[in-house]
């Protein structure tokens, strides 16, 4: 089970801090990973964490970071200079497979977060 929380409305510029309590599963075994859907868009992957190794889409990078805690068994995605293009409904994820791989992209095995919404004001 993945429950996000942490979203709000924040003035262009500002921080959010995201959080994903999980439950249920190994965490070390899944690739933990946020996601976010515009309205009137296609939902975008914005980080992804597999043991060491994070990613993060181009629009995100150097602004976002995502980190997990293996005690608490949270996912967590630090949110500075936030713009207006970031709001969004931002998703948690967990997949069984490694950022990147085949079927991680193909979403195989994913399970889903209930989603919270991101608003940031110009």
């Known amino acids: 089970q993945l429950v996000e929380s942490g979203g709000g409305l924040v003035q262009s510029g500002g921080s959010l801090r995201l959080s994903c309590a999980t439950s249920?599963?190994?965490?070390?075994?899944?690739?933990l990973s946020w996601f976010r859907q515009a309205p009137g868009k296609e939902r975008e992957e914005v980080s992804c964490a597999y043991g060491d190794s994070t990613t993060y889409g181009d629009s995100v990078r150097g602004r976002f970071t995502i980190s997990v805690d293996y005690a608490e068994r949270g996912v967590h995605l630090q949110m500075n200079n936030l713009k207006p293009e970031d709001t969004a409904v931002y998703y948690c994820a967990a997949d069984p497979s490694p950022c990147g791989s085949s079927w991680y992209i193909k979403g195989v095995g994913r399970s889903w977060g209930q989603g919270t919404q991101v608003t940031v004001s110009s």
């Open positions: 249920g599963f190994t965490l070390s075994d899944y690739a």
